[in-house]
């Protein structure tokens, strides 16, 4: 009982953990894209990938897109 | 008991897949917005305050942290946490809202009539706030939800959806982003 209650509690810190890299990483990559957007707004392309590759980020981490696959019901 | 939980699961896996079936036909809308604005603008962009564009980013960027806050802590049972991650990002969504149709709309130096940027800005941040406000009232719907107990650890598929489509706004938000603010160069 005391060890699900901890596997519990751990699985919800590295949840949350996960959540704040991510959070973290695209705040990074969006700050960088201001700052190219700024003084090189030609590398319209390049930027357009960085949005991808953030867009990526958030449907895998914070969408949970692997979801769509399992039968279990997991997560709930 | 076992068969409820089964018919949970098969349900569950049902709404999932709806959910993102609406998505991705949602999608089309915003991809072919993004399509006029490459056709239409080209290598320019409409001159927009682009602190404020990375101001409203950024609280929609924090929002969806939240909400990813708020449904690990609803899968754990933790409601008080869900419940306050909830609200903090119905707040970011709204304040999301006041940046850009209360300010961005007012201090852009075009209207919605003055050739292709107007057209292009107003129909692109239209379509999207619209999208921002249904989302905060979805969560408001799901807060108010959690908050009379009608979710649990275990059954909480309001707030998975809730969750998914406020992030899906936020995916949607950062092409757009790049496309109105940075790409190009001002007119």
Do not use: C
């Amino acid at each position: 009982m005391a060890d699900n209650k901890d596997q519990g509690a751990g699985s919800r810190r590295a949840e949350l953990g996960t959540g704040v890299w991510v959070f973290l990483m695209l705040g990074v990559l969006t700050f960088g894209e201001f700052i190219v957007g700024v003084i090189a707004s030609p590398w319209g392309s390049a930027l357009l990938l960085v949005a991808a590759f953030k867009a990526f980020f958030v449907i895998v981490y914070y969408m949970h897109v692997g979801r769509l696959f399992t039968t279990d019901g997991d997560g709930h | 008991m076992s068969s409820h939980v089964a018919s949970y699961a098969t349900k569950l896996a049902r709404n999932r897949l709806g959910l993102w079936l609406f998505l991705i036909s949602d999608s089309f809308l915003f991809v072919g917005l993004f399509v006029t604005r490459v056709v239409l603008l080209g290598a320019n962009r409409p001159d927009l305050n682009q602190i404020l564009g990375l101001v409203v980013t950024a609280m929609l960027l924090l929002s969806s942290f939240f909400m990813n806050r708020a449904e690990v802590e609803m899968a754990h049972g933790n409601r008080p946490a869900f419940l306050r991650n909830t609200f903090i990002t119905m707040v970011l969504g709204g304040l999301f809202l006041l940046g850009v149709v209360g300010v961005e709309w007012q201090l852009a130096p075009f209207g919605p009539g003055d050739g292709a940027q107007g057209a292009v800005f107003f129909a692109m941040t239209g379509f999207h706030a619209f999208h921002v406000l249904t989302g905060v009232m979805l969560l408001y719907i799901v807060w108010n939800n959690g908050r009379r107990g009608l979710f649990s650890a275990e059954q909480h598929w309001g707030v998975e959806a809730a969750a998914v489509y406020w992030h899906f706004v936020d995916v949607v938000w950062m092409f757009f982003y790049v496309g109105l603010y940075l790409m190009g160069s001002p007119v």
